[in-house]
């Protein structure tokens, strides 16, 4: 009853062929993998920048908060000059 054989799994594979086509599962392996490249470049991106836009892209903001209420915080967003 546990795992179950290549049988099994051959026959699963076989089904999903017979529905899908190769062709579709093709396109849909090479849509996986382009997914999956885009992802490990954006990780790879962040960490090489250090998350930090490039100087002189952003302007740099300052944020302040003033409390006005006991449940309102009203925040202001000015660029730092």
């Known amino acids: 009853m546990g795992s179950f054989s ?13 529905i899908f086509g190769t062709k579709k599962l093709k396109n849909l392996g090479s849509d996986l993998g382009g997914a999956v490249k885009g992802f490990k470049d ?17 302007p740099a903001q300052q944020v302040t908060t ?13 660029t730092k000059s």
């Open 42 to 58: 954006g990780v790879k991106g962040a960490q090489d920048s250090g998350d930090a836009p490039a100087p002189g892209s952003v």
């Open 66 to 78: 003033h409390k006005t209420d006991a449940q309102t915080v009203d925040v202001d967003a000015k």
């Open 6 to 18: 290549i049988w099994h799994w051959l026959i699963v594979l076989l089904v999903v062929i017979l």
